[in-house]
């Protein structure tokens, strides 16, 4: 029963030295693997044109999604710029609601009257302040009998005005 590690008793077993298991490990030897010598071995000009063409896709793809991040980096931050100015323009336009609100309020009859009398001193008239003007019935539009002639005289070169002056007599 030394050998199995399940103990029956309650009385605690001696301590053993594990002799066996060292030396069983002692008595293993590792064994050394000397190196191989390289083989040499020649890549064809085809494998060298595959493993070129190969490396050229991937820094294809590579640069074409690299370019694709940039752009989408860019075009978000250009839908920010315009988020932010839709937020102003939403902002301005509450703001001159609000201001149109306030002059509506201001043009009520009773306020005008009022900044009248405050600030420039005006004062409802009186009946004797009224003077009544009768016109007569008289239509006072004329019709024109003349005929009109505009001369630009900036725009008539000499040669003009001389024919004209020839010509009228």
């Known amino acids: 029963m030394a050998g ?13 030295p594990d002799i066996q298991r060292k030396r ?7 064994k050394v693997v000397e190196d191989l010598p390289r083989q040499n071995v020649e890549i064809s000009k085809e494998q060298k044109k595959r493993q070129k063409n190969l490396t050229l896709v991937v820094i294809g793809i590579f640069i074409l999604l690299l370019t694709i991040s940039y752009r989408n980096s860019q075009i978000n931050e250009k839908f920010n710029e315009v988020q932010d100015l839709k937020e102003q323009l ?7 609601q609000q201001l149109e609100v306030t002059i509506q309020n201001s043009l009520n ?3 005008i ?3 009248a009398k405050e600030r420039l001193g ?17 239509d006072y539009v004329e019709s024109a009998t003349e005929e009109v002639k505009i001369e630009d005289s900036k725009q008539e070169n000499w040669f003009q005005k001389f024919v004209d002056k020839i010509f009228n007599r």
Do not use: F, G, H
């Open 4 to 16: 199995t590690r399940y103990q029956y008793t309650t009385s605690p077993r001696k301590l053993e």
């Open 90 to 96: 939403a902002s301005l336009e509450k703001e001159n």
């Open 109 to 111: 009859l009773n306020n």
């Open 122 to 138: 005006m004062q409802k008239l009186t009946n004797k302040q009224t003077v009544y003007v009768t016109l007569p019935k008289k």
């Open 24 to 30: 069983s490990k002692k008595q293993r030897k590792l």
């Open 113 to 115: 009257e009022k900044q």
